[in-house]
């Protein structure tokens, strides 16, 4: 039987090997007319045409002329696995694959061959896998004069600064310069095509201009216009997910997505903020927004590197230039806008509830350096900076042991970057104009719904240059992070009712918050990311513990630790209270009363809402209003308009005991974008952000001041 599969195998390659001969003939001639003044064809149509054809002839006529022989003078123990291990490591087909299949099934498992063919078809099948993964063929190269091949290293969305303006590019990286295109329009149902904006030769890119540059002016777009795509993009998912399942035409849900489409452009469009700078040899600066500190890493890495490999300019005539951005179409290995939301709709858009992370320790590290860790987690397709460590200063082995506990909003990726802490305060990073700190390493993590799903710490490592930081991860999915449950306890502050604590307390507002506004009022109020950036887990649980006992040294604790910890103990109170500050019982009118159009039914109606609200939670809110107020003062410095402190207090305030929400009740379930959950943590920030940007709030008591700072002691 192994005789008659090779005997079918080896008709095979002589039909294939006829088929190349045949296009090996008018080849020759071609290439010999194109070196004349009048040529048929180009050097690159006919590459083009003629892509890898005699290449492709050596290799098989080889394989037919080892295989040949060895069938004619056929045994039991004759060996061929040899021969398609060759095969297999110059060219794989879909045929070849299926053939050595065959041979595999007929070959017995103590013969010699057996352990060759499974490697070969092994070979094969990787191969094919790799191609199935990819939405369009492409190639990764294309020939340049001379026979060299200019490879392409990397390709994404960016958005490039144009005389103030964002503008949406295609960026390619190639082994000898960057190429910066726009995508045209499509119409009349033509193929992708790209104009190019710009190129610069690697040997002549530098990230460092003059001395005289002008920093970037970068056009910040409002928060809450970014949240308002969002909500459209939610409702769009919510929109299509409903049009699928009830079967509705392709039609209805092609214009759906092309709606979607448009709105994840506008998204990309205007989110990314963190610059990155490349220079021409003439000084001439490219501005592009990035939206990460490790995207903005990624790629300078990539092209420092190859700048070392690069020893020749390219100049490219326009029609060089025209025929490269022409393959680009090709080429390109990004084929959709980055958004998590872009994946098919029946996919998992990520998770959503809290990922605690502890921060071990890092190792391989040749010098002792000044180091720490931030962490950063994607939503919506954008990476933001969550957690930071502490400074462990100069060791060749830090051992932070730090737990963070970072919300996710259809998080898929955690990443971590390392860094060395720069003390130079005269010193001035020319290539960022930010952060002086140099990355040392970074790496990242998939945040897999079925893998996150258990309860129990998971231990991995990340590997970054050399240097392995040690993390252990637990995931507490939406539906059990959002059940507000009492304390069993009846004396402490978390988990007990803020009416009872209050009394107890004899106080307008809990001790608790007094003593977290007072201590962020006296060293936070300029502190990057304040509320945003995670604390340290094991701090918050410190101060958790010291106010449940009533510590009377909480306030010495409060004062030598890290500010953000204590952002997040104020945070865990409001989170852990049993019912929300805006309570159960009222907060369905508040979601109602947001959505009125008109502007004085909207103020009438909630106005008289918050006035409704108990004493303790009234006057404790207006406490907190006007202290966030106070941080959004300082933006400029800290980095958290209203519309941020909104994002993050929203769903605390706001968010309803479990019974009263609208959470899908089966846990194993990943939760998707497109939920009405999603839309309702949107609607809780909406309410939180209409009261932060009213002037002010008028009371019935005209004494407000006095009964906010009242303790009744």
């Not at 060759?116 to 092994?122: C, F, G, P, V, Y």
């Amino acid at each position: 039987m192994r005789k008659w599969v090779l005997s079918g195998i080896l008709a095979t390659e002589e039909t294939y090997l006829s088929h190349l001969e045949a296009l090996l003939l008018p080849m020759k001639p071609l290439k010999a007319a194109a070196t004349t003044s009048q040529p048929v064809l180009t050097v690159a149509q006919i590459e083009t045409i003629f892509f890898k054809v005699p290449e492709l002839y050596e290799i098989h006529k080889e394989f037919y002329d080892g295989l040949f022989p060895r069938v004619q003078q056929w045994s039991h123990h004759q060996r061929v696995g040899d021969l398609f291990q060759k095969l297999n490591l110059k060219v794989r087909s879909p045929k070849d694959s299926k053939d050595q299949t065959d041979l595999l099934k007929h070959t017995p498992t103590s013969h010699p061959d057996h352990p060759l063919l499974q490697d070969a078809l092994r070979i094969s099948q990787n191969f094919l896998s790799s191609i199935n993964e990819e939405t369009t063929p492409r190639r990764q190269s294309v020939t340049v004069k001379k026979g060299e091949n200019r490879q392409l290293l990397k390709d994404s969305f960016m958005v490039e600064l144009v005389e103030g303006a964002r503008k949406l590019r295609h960026v390619f990286l190639f082994t000898d310069l960057l190429l910066c295109a726009k995508l045209k329009k499509q119409i009349g149902g033509k193929n992708q095509q790209y104009d190019s904006k710009w190129y610069i030769p690697l040997t002549e890119l530098t990230f460092q201009g003059p001395e005289e540059s002008e920093p970037l002016t970068i056009p910040q777009v409002p928060d809450e216009e970014l949240d308002a795509m969002k909500v459209k993009i939610s409702h769009l998912r919510s929109e299509i997910q409903r049009e699928k399942r009830a079967n509705k035409g392709s039609k209805v849900i092609d214009r759906l997505r092309k709606k979607l489409s448009e709105q994840e452009s506008l998204l990309l469009l205007t989110s990314p903020s963190m610059p990155l700078r490349v220079y021409n040899k003439n000084g001439k600066s490219y501005g592009f927004l990035i939206s990460s500190d490790y995207e903005r890493a990624e790629w300078k890495e990539i092209i420092k590197e190859q700048q070392k490999k690069c020893l020749k300019t390219s100049s490219l005539t326009s029609m060089e230039l025209q025929m490269l951005t022409s393959s680009c179409v090709k080429l390109q290995t990004v084929h959709h806008i980055p958004l998590s939301i872009n994946k098919e709709e029946d996919e998992s858009s990520g998770l959503y509830g809290f990922l605690n992370v502890i921060v071990h320790s890092a190792s391989g590290l040749k010098q002792s350096l000044n180091l720490y860790c931030t962490l950063e987690v994607d939503s919506f397709g954008f990476f933001s900076n969550k957690a930071k460590t502490r400074v462990y200063r100069y060791t060749t082995e830090p051992k932070w042991n730090e737990e963070f506990e970072i919300e996710l909003e259809g998080s898929q990726t955690l990443r971590l970057l390392c860094y060395e802490k720069s003390y130079n305060k005269t010193k001035q990073n020319k290539e960022d104009g930010d952060s002086t700190d140099r990355i040392m390493g970074k790496g990242q993590i998939p945040l897999d719904p079925q893998t996150h799903q258990g309860k129990d710490w998971q231990r991995t490592v990340i590997p970054m240059n050399g240097i392995e930081v040690k993390l252990s991860m637990k995931f507490t999915s939406r539906e059990f992070s959002l059940k507000r449950m009492p304390s069993r306890k009846p004396m402490g502050v978390f988990g007990i009712k803020i009416s009872t604590v209050t009394k107890r307390e004899r106080s307008k507002v809990p001790y608790i918050v007094r003593q977290c506004l007072e201590e962020i009022e006296r060293r936070g109020m300029e502190e990057v990311g304040i509320y945003r950036v995670s604390g340290v887990a094991t701090d918050i649980q410190a101060l958790k513990t010291a106010f449940d006992t009533n510590n009377k040294d909480v306030s010495v604790m409060m004062s030598e630790m890290d500010v953000n910890a204590i952002a997040g103990t104020l945070k865990l109170y409001f989170r852990e209270l049993p019912e929300p500050l805006f309570t159960d019982e009222l907060y369905p009118n508040f979601a109602g009363g947001i959505t009125l159009s008109d502007s004085v039914a909207k103020e009438s109606c909630m106005l008289n809402l918050l006035l409704s609200l108990p004493e303790p939670n009234l006057v404790t809110f207006l406490f907190l209003l006007d202290h966030l107020k106070r941080v959004a003062e300082k933006e400029s410095v800290n980095k958290m308009s209203l519309h941020n402190l909104a994002t993050v207090f929203g769903p605390t305030l706001l968010r309803p005991a479990e019974k009263d929400s609208k959470i899908p009740a089966n846990p194993t379930q990943p939760i998707s974008m497109g939920d009405s959950w999603s839309l309702e943590v949107m609607a809780q920030v909406q309410v939180l952000l209409y009261f932060l940007q009213l002037e002010t709030i008028p009371t019935p008591d005209s004494k407000r001041q006095s009964i906010l700072f009242s303790t009744e002691v």
